[in-house]
């Protein structure tokens, strides 16, 4: 047996877990994913219960509902209020989070990478220079701050801040 064999690792083995710094629940599965613990519902018939307030997020039950409250939600909620019947798209809706999180102090927050260094968000490489340099990339951020100032309105991160740390290290930064 070759020693790539040997040291195979089994299918289905986790080999590394961590929380999202951020998450969205992408649109189209909004009714049937927890938005705090990711449960699926498989009962077509029978989506999760939604937020009455925003009509966004949705739970498997109070306690994944109160423990997202108590994390973003309340924030976030109020911004999915006041644009409905808009819906941000699933990227501002993730940046949305990442500036609630970030506005919380998670940008220190550490996870355990493998080989046990510690990383934080504001470990990210932003990327900055390759990014204003792309046509493409700018049109896109430009598009996607527009949206990001109509859900924070007034307490919109500065678009330099954004496109400096903010939206270009996730974008570059993001598999």
């Not at 699926?40 to 509902?65: L, N, W």
């Not at 932003?126 to 990014?131: D, F, K, L, P, V």
């Not at 330099?160 to 598999?175: F, I, P, Q, R």
């Amino acid at each position: 047996m070759s020693e790539a064999k040997k040291n195979a690792i089994p299918l289905g083995t986790t080999i590394l877990r961590c929380d999202p710094f951020a998450h969205v629940v992408k649109m189209d599965k909004l009714a049937y994913v927890c938005d705090n613990c990711f449960e699926e519902s498989h009962d077509d018939e029978q989506p999760f219960k939604k937020c009455t307030r925003c009509k966004v997020a949705h739970y498997c039950g109070v306690k994944c509902q109160k423990a997202s409250w108590r994390d973003l939600h309340k924030e976030e909620c109020e911004y999915l209020t006041r644009v409905r019947p808009n819906m941000p798209t699933d990227t501002a809706r993730l940046m949305a989070r990442i500036v609630l999180r970030l506005r919380k102090g998670g940008g220190a927050l550490a996870v355990e990478a493998p080989g046990g260094e510690r990383r934080r968000f504001d470990d990210l490489q932003s990327h900055r220079r390759e990014m204003v340099k792309d046509r493409g990339r700018m049109e896109a951020f430009d598009a996607f701050f527009l949206v990001v100032k109509e859900c924070f309105g007034d307490a919109t991160p500065q678009k330099d801040e954004m496109l400096g740390e903010k939206y270009v290290a996730t974008a570059m930064n993001s598999v």
